[in-house]
């Protein structure tokens, strides 16, 4: 053994007697130079854990029991459709929010209704994805047999979109689109949802003249906005009796004010849904999740402008490309656009959305199914908490 190499051994002699002596060392300005260098931990590991306090250990090894809230706020309830006795003439209503915990947090408590499903429907002929249109191809000329068949497919309510009141389209008039309004409350008896264009001019007239001929039937006008003549919709819903849908793009702030503009225009809190839109998988669905969440909890801690149900869109799921487009190294887009607006309508169900727009059949009893189930396994005292294990 050289020189040089003893002097390192002595000095690794020296280190390791101060450790055991001191039990912690520090050097400064210090510098080892060598080819290999090996430091035997495992007795300091060993020592530390024979140091650590037996109460420690047993902390380490405690379950944990997730933290109750209880929220000073709750949502409010909201209901879609009248019965003959109410003033209108539906077979069923449907009550969405009241909620007064996150959804499904059925350790805390639970949430009396359950989230509710319309299906769309429109009146016209319109260029659909293949896997949604071949279940509608022999009533898509007709809206009034197109609600019968989304009812059959399990829809509590039917959103009929006028879409063809738009002037770049056929420009229908108001009168002739409240006829249609006519003949689908006489074909189904489910709630209705009743939405225009998206022409920011058009869509208060349109929606006047269907708020008339629902007069009592407490459908819901699609939509209000800060850019288009919301007062004019608010009045006809007080007017005849209807909900109103508040729409914004995303922004938890103009979601706040405009919610605020239509309460001050007289419309009763409980005749409010709100629509802060909803992204698709894959296109902006984690802005959706949290602004959802951030408007929900809002209200249930209080904020009374944020205390309104949510309408969630879900059907936009088909304006993501890989919901619809022919790609074989993606799959068969019979099963995939499907399950694109099943994770869609899943993910928003948890975040807090409370009544749903839908386009696929079976997205329809997929959805319906697991919520049935969710419930009822709370309801036999089984918390859902394995959610991987809640959708095998």
Not at 158 to 171: A, G, H
Not at 172 to 182: H, L, N, Q, R, Y
């Amino acid at each position: 053994m050289g020189e040089a190499e003893s002097r390192s051994l002595e000095l690794v002699k020296n280190l390791w007697k101060m450790v055991e002596d001191l039990d912690e060392i520090e050097i400064e300005n210090v510098t080892l130079e060598a080819e290999e260098l090996t430091f035997v931990i495992q007795p300091i590991v060993s020592s530390i854990a024979k140091s650590i306090p037996a109460q420690v250990q047993q902390l380490l090894e405690a379950k944990f029991t997730p933290p109750l809230e209880e929220y000073p706020g709750q949502i409010v309830e909201v209901q879609v459709g009248a019965t003959k006795s109410e003033g209108g003439s539906r077979g069923s209503v449907v009550k969405v929010g009241g909620a007064k915990t996150m959804p499904f947090y059925s350790f805390e408590m639970e949430n009396p209704n359950r989230p509710a499903f319309a299906m769309d429907i429109f009146d016209m002929p319109l260029k659909l994805a293949k896997t949604v249109k071949i279940h509608y191809e022999d009533v898509m000329e007709d809206p009034a047999e197109w609600a019968k068949k989304v009812v059959e497919f399990g829809a509590d309510v039917v959103s009929l979109n006028l879409i063809s009141t738009d002037p770049l389209l056929n420009d229908t008039s108001a009168k002739d689109a409240a006829k249609v309004v006519e003949n689908v409350l006489q074909a189904v008896d489910v709630p209705l949802i009743i939405g225009g264009s998206g022409n920011i001019e058009k869509d208060p007239l349109v929606l006047e003249a269907a708020a008339e001929v629902a007069a009592g039937e407490r459908v819901v006008l699609n939509s209000a906005k800060t850019d288009n003549d919301y007062k004019r919709i608010v009045e006809v819903a007080n007017k005849y009796g209807h909900a109103v849908i508040a729409f914004t793009p995303m922004d938890i702030n103009n979601q706040k004010k405009l919610n605020r503009m239509l309460l001050n225009e007289g419309l009763p809190k409980d005749r409010i849904l709100i629509d802060p839109t909803t992204a698709a998988l894959g296109y902006g669905i984690d802005y959706s999740i949290s602004l959802r969440e951030r408007i929900k909890l809002a209200g249930l801690l209080g904020d009374e402008d944020l205390q309104m149900p949510i309408l969630a869109p879900a059907s936009n799921a088909w304006g993501a490309r890989e919901a619809w487009m022919k790609n074989e190294e993606w799959g068969p887009r019979e099963y995939r656009g499907p399950l694109w607006e099943t994770i869609t309508t899943l993910t928003i169900l948890l975040s807090g959305g409370d009544l749903f727009m839908l386009s696929h059949p079976a997205v329809v009893r997929v959805i319906k199914n697991l919520v049935e189930d969710m419930r009822n396994r709370s309801a036999k005292g089984n918390v859902v908490a394995d959610w991987v294990t809640a959708l095998s």
